[in-house]
């Protein structure tokens, strides 16, 4: 990351925008940070809009580490060690759409992470936060919340692709059978990313690889620094933390600066450029359901102009029914509206009715906390081409 900072490239010009759950804006890493919060939040509780932002460590402490990764100075609380943030020059949107109720107070219940609507019913908060980010001028949309998707959830993947914003997704935490595959990174053009830790290994649970039909590349998200939470319930004490929850901010601030590096290539390079240059590249697109084409490479893209790749999303998936559907991209591309690409339309990914619980994308909180920390995000430069033995193929989980 140095060697990227120091030839310019820290996210200035690019607009990306953070759905997730509430902000703390006192933390020490966001001073410096360009973020504008949409207030109030999306969520609703007994008729009342939430606010987006939240200076408890439970309720905040998941939307604000995750800003931290792209728009953090460094700078740690209470004079421990900070991470700095992928594209600290970025201006950030930021847009709350899940709130988290612990029963107890004592940790993350994933049953109370919900965002009602005014009148009290489950509702698509995710959806109306992309599209609310689109209106709003995002270049790169990065959400660290999985959710069943909802009315209009096709419709703004669509959008997206259409106005080329680039969805950056976390994929489950958990390879659980016979749970439906999360939204939005099930969705057909949506970057959706595993988590890795230093060792480049693939994260684990309970000795099974996390693996996933759907998984677009693996980036750098376990033993990350982390403030607040449930092992702490304290902004000036850091802890290490896992997820794709983590691996995802990571993803979409690569992906931002390369965007800033080559600011004539479309959308749809960026992404060819993402898949063909993971670790020291993947010229033939080898691919597996742990690492999907591999591991996200900063450096490796950065060295190769995306310009010189076809001006077609290649997350798009033709052959298969991911939603939505690839005659979708293609109608909608043909629709007289003001936009520029090549890809879908389409209709609602579920009836209101069948919206499921929110859930974050994942973070497993270490209970040792450090007396100091220095983390550097390192470009791992080697990539497995195939996963382990162990992986199963995950059709979703938390």
């Known amino acids: 990351m140095p060697a990227a900072w120091d030839s310019g490239l820290t996210g200035e010009g690019l607009t990306i925008a953070v759905i997730d759950t509430p902000l703390y804006t006192g933390l020490p890493a966001l001073a410096d940070a360009d973020v504008t919060v949409r207030e109030p939040s999306f969520c609703y509780v007994d008729g009342e809009a939430v606010p987006a932002t939240s200076s408890d460590a439970l309720t905040a402490s998941h ?33 709350t759409a899940a709130i988290d109720v612990p029963e107890d107070g004592s940790g993350w219940d994933t049953s109370g992470l919900e965002c009602l609507d005014e009148n009290g019913d489950k509702q698509s908060s995710v959806v109306r936060a992309m599209e609310e980010a689109i209106d709003d001028g995002a270049d790169i949309i990065s959400v660290s919340l999985t959710s069943g998707g909802g009315i209009g959830a096709d419709d703004v993947i669509l959008r997206a692709q259409r106005e080329g ?45 996390n693996s996933f039909s759907r998984v ?40 931002g600066l390369v965007k800033q590096k080559y600011p004539d290539a479309t959308s749809n390079q960026i ?19 742990a690492y999907g084409y591999g591991i996200v490479s900063l450096t490796t893209m950065l060295a190769t102009d995306p310009s010189s ?90």
């Open 63 to 95: 939307g604000t580490n995750v800003l931290a990764l792209l728009a953090g100075n460094g700078v740690g609380a209470g004079g421990n060690p900070g991470t700095p943030g992928i594209a600290p020059d970025a201006k950030y949107l930021f847009y």
């Open 216 to 255: 677009t590349v693996a980036g750098p998200g376990l033993e990350m620094l982390w403030y607040g939470g449930d092992a702490t319930d304290d902004w000036d004490v850091p802890v290490l933390a896992d997820g794709t929850s983590l691996a995802t901010p990571v993803t979409a601030g690569f992906i």
């Open 309 to 398: 790749y076809p001006d077609e999303n290649p997350l798009i998936d033709a052959s298969g029914d991911r939603m939505p559907l690839a005659v979708d991209f293609a109608d909608d591309a043909e629709q007289p509206q003001p936009s520029a690409s090549d890809a879908p339309t389409a209709g609602e990914d579920a009836p209101a009715a069948d919206i499921t619980p929110l859930v974050i994308g994942g973070v497993a909180i270490g209970l040792v906390v450090l007396a100091a920390l220095i983390i550097t995000i390192v470009v791992l430069a080697r990539r497995k081409t195939t996963s382990p033995t162990s992986a199963s193929r995950n059709s979703g989980g938390e």
């Open 271 to 289: 992404l060819q450029s993402l898949i063909h240059n993971t670790g020291t590249g993947n010229p033939d697109l080898n691919y597996d359901d």
């Open 165 to 209: 914003v680039i969805i950056v997704s976390g994929m489950p935490n958990d390879p659980i059978e016979d749970f439906a595959e999360p939204w939005p990174a099930r969705a057909n053009s949506v970057v959706a990313v595993n988590a890795i830790g230093a060792d480049a290994a693939v994260q684990t649970s309970d000795g099974v690889t």
